[in-house]
């Protein structure tokens, strides 16, 4: 496979496997999810080595260096040596408080239950 020099950003997201579809990553790019470098990208920007593209997907930034400007699906391995992952760590799950939930159709809480919710909350 030859090396290129760049390569389209929307081409480049849907080779290194961070979205399903090439129309998925070009609708990405329109809705302004993608930003190379920190400024907003269209789908036809270029991407070279050393760009950084930051990916909002699912409610989530995924922050990428580009390593090697690839306009082809690949192996997953190859997909990987293309892209060098930066996106930070999920927060650990024991560090989101819990939330009082209560059964569905249990009707309205007694003095006591909310005294209790009161109490777990902090009030």
Do not use: Y
């Not at 990553?25 to 329109?30: D, E």
């Not at 080595?49 to 409610?59: F, K, N, S």
């Amino acid at each position: 496979m030859a090396d290129l020099d760049s390569a389209r950003v929307d081409a480049w997201l849907w080779a290194v496997r961070v979205c399903k579809t090439r129309s998925a990553a070009t609708a990405a790019c329109r809705a302004g999810h993608v930003r190379v470098n920190g400024e907003r990208a269209k789908a036809a920007q270029p991407v070279r080595p050393g760009d950084e593209v930051r990916v909002r997907l699912h409610g989530f930034d995924r922050i990428l260096i580009v390593r090697r400007p690839i306009v082809k699906r690949v192996s997953a391995e190859l997909a990987a040596a293309a892209a060098d992952d930066r996106t930070p760590a999920p927060p650990p799950r024991e560090a989101v408080p819990a939330v009082p939930v209560r059964e569905r159709g249990a009707g309205r809480p007694t003095k006591r239950e909310r005294r209790d919710l009161d109490r777990l909350r902090g009030r």
